[in-house]
């Protein structure tokens, strides 16, 4: 699988919004990638993770956010379950996973209702180690910001409007991952 293929498919005009998927998706790539490899015991998919990290937020065009671009008509919290349709379209109904599971540090089904998010009301966590992998490495970028990672404390800070789950999962990923 090409991943650059299936971003040109939905980004086909070279423009800044491709510019920023691209860049944000290689900086997400190459961190979690660099993880993956830092723990060999973990046995985890090293291509997939490349593939998925390029992927996992190919719905932001769908969705309305001025500052990057983004004209649609969707709020932005909607870019993950957007993409995982897309995904599925695509054939690729792992990869959808990681793309509707890497909001936030994944939100679940009570904090969704009692935040009355517009997203799909199910669990939208990240399960396998692979999805974990680049929910976390994702944290650390913004799109506003592309030339520069973010502390820990900083990524910490971006996830905390989630609640207190999110934050717990982000200190397990990196006692985890780091």
């Known amino acids: 699988m090409n991943p650059y293929a299936i971003i040109d498919k939905y980004y086909p005009l070279d423009n800044e919004l491709k510019h920023i998927l691209v860049?944000?998706?290689?900086?997400?790539?190459d961190k979690a990638l660099a993880m993956a490899r830092k723990h060999p015991e973990l046995e985890l998919d090293i291509p997939f993770i490349e593939e998925a990290a390029m992927l996992h937020d190919i719905g932001i065009?769908?969705?309305d956010a001025d500052k990057i671009y983004c004209m649609g008509h969707y709020p932005y919290i909607c870019h993950g379950y957007l993409g995982a349709d897309l995904m599925r379209e695509e054939g690729f109904p792992k990869h959808a996973l990681v793309c509707e599971?890497?909001?936030g540090a994944g939100l679940t089904l009570q904090s969704i209702i009692s935040q009355g998010l517009p997203v799909p009301h199910r669990e939208l966590v990240p399960v396998s180690l692979e999805e974990q992998l680049i929910c976390f490495a994702d944290k650390f970028f913004s799109k506003t910001h592309l030339d520069r990672e973010k502390s820990v404390e900083k990524a910490r800070k971006s996830i905390q409007k989630y609640g207190k789950e999110g934050l717990d999962r982000f200190d397990n990923w990196c006692r985890l991952f780091l």
Do not use: G
């Open 23 to 29: 860049t944000h998706s290689r900086s997400v790539a």
């Open 61 to 63: 065009f769908k969705t």
């Open 101 to 103: 599971r890497h909001t």
